[in-house]
């Protein structure tokens, strides 16, 4: 997909959570729009997330290895990584 495509995902109304499949097979959800931050060639996730809902690390992950971004409810999710 290409940065606008995702761009367009994290800013639609309402927000729908998402998760990123990457080409290694590791997956990272995102929840909440700012728990991502979109880069030219790649996208911040943030994980493992605090008591206070705020990411204690962010993860680079290249767009290039994108493989697929699925739309998700929180009730289907698993713990965030």
Same mark, same amino acid.
Request: glycine letters at 4%.
């Given at each position: /997909?290409?940065?606008?495509? $995702? *761009? *367009?995902?994290?800013? &639609? &109304? %309402? @927000?729908? %959570? !998402? ?10 959800? $995102?929840?909440?729009?700012? /728990? ?21 690390? @962010?993860? $680079?992950?290249?767009? !290039? ?5 699925? %739309? @998700?409810? !929180?009730?289907?999710? &698993?713990?965030? &990584?």
């Amino acid at each position: /997909m290409s940065p606008e495509g $995702i *761009r *367009r995902l994290l800013r &639609q &109304q %309402p @927000f729908t %959570p !998402l998760r990123l499949v990457m080409s290694s097979g590791k997956e990272y959800e $995102i929840r909440h729009p700012e /728990m991502a931050m979109l880069m030219r060639n790649d996208i911040l996730v943030g994980t493992d997330i605090t008591d206070n809902g705020m990411p204690a690390e @962010f993860d $680079i992950c290249p767009l !290039l290895h994108v493989a697929s971004i699925e %739309p @998700f409810r !929180l009730t289907d999710s &698993q713990p965030a &990584q």
